[in-house]
């Protein structure tokens, strides 16, 4: 059985049988999360989604890690140029926002057949929603997660804060939001971030087995079974949450506080999950 392959740019997209897989491949960049990249992902999820032939979608990443999270480095305008036009026709960004870091979150949560998440190395920031969002993770060894947004950037957390969903434990939440702590793999297993954690070498094979296991069953019958456990989890007020998370995002974009710290990171040439170490190393 061959390979199909198609380069998205961003992405790479393969089909294997009844297999997606979503590479994301941009690791000179830590397969950070611009626009490009986003809609390549959201593109090749659609994809998978109209092909009768596909029952189980894997995500993984070229590179040294995951994903880095949101992309840094030049003007968030130029980055996202869907800010800029936002800001253009309203004074502020929040529909931009919302086009790119809930309603395709939103459609990784809500996407009808079962995902895979494989991930090794460094999951930050946004990068999380796609390593700790789909139905199963499976983790290297090497793998470590953290949300440094808010002692990084003055942010809240994402624009979709799925931490209290994913953790389903207020106390964990909090500490893992407040203090940008860093989970390794164990950890993350040890609290039901993630389903396994293997060694490096055997990510790859794992994950293969464990999709062509999945995918033994009928398509209706595996969509139907994620209905059901994603219905039930909505009725307990998930989807709503994601959505308010961005509003919640978009308020605090603008206080005076939260600002200085953006400003001060920006002075001091670090990313986020830097200054939120910042405290530590001084």
Not at 89 to 111: C, M, N, Q, R
Not at 263 to 282: C, F, H, S, T
Request: charged share 25%; net charge negative; aromatic share 8%.
């Amino acid at each position: 059985m061959g390979v199909e392959r198609k380069d998205l740019g961003r992405v790479i997209y393969e089909k294997e049988g009844a297999i997606a897989r979503i590479i994301m491949n941009w690791p000179e960049k830590a397969n950070a999360h611009d626009s490009k990249m986003v809609w390549a992902l959201d593109a090749a999820l659609k994809e998978a989604d109209r092909d009768y032939d596909i029952k189980v979608v894997i995500i993984k990443a070229n590179g040294k890690g995951f994903c880095a999270g949101h992309a840094m480095g030049a003007s968030p305008l130029e980055t996202y140029p869907e800010f800029a036009e936002g800001e253009a026709h309203t004074g502020i960004h929040h529909k931009g926002s919302a086009d790119l870091f809930l309603w395709p979150v939103l459609y990784l949560w809500e996407f009808r057949k079962p995902t895979i998440a494989q991930v090794h190395g460094y999951a930050l920031g946004g990068g999380t929603y796609w390593a700790l969002l789909p139905d199963i993770t499976v983790a290297a060894d090497d793998a470590y997660f953290q949300m440094p947004l808010v002692q990084g950037l003055g942010f809240p957390g994402g624009e979709t804060m799925i931490e209290p969903w994913v953790f389903m434990n207020w106390k964990r939440t909090y500490e893992y939001l407040y203090t940008a702590q860093t989970l390794t793999a164990t950890e993350a297993l040890d609290m039901g971030l993630v389903n396994r954690v293997v060694a490096r070498d055997d990510l790859d094979a794992t994950v293969d087995e464990l999709a062509a296991h999945v995918a033994r069953a009928p398509l209706s019958t595996l969509m139907a079974t994620k209905q059901l456990v994603k219905r039930a989890w909505e009725l307990m007020g998930m989807r709503m949450h994601l959505q308010m998370s961005t509003d919640v995002m978009a308020v605090t974009a603008k206080t005076r506080d939260a600002h200085e710290l953006r400003m001060e990171m920006a002075q001091r040439g670090l990313r986020p999950r830097q200054q939120a170490a910042r405290d530590e190393a001084e």
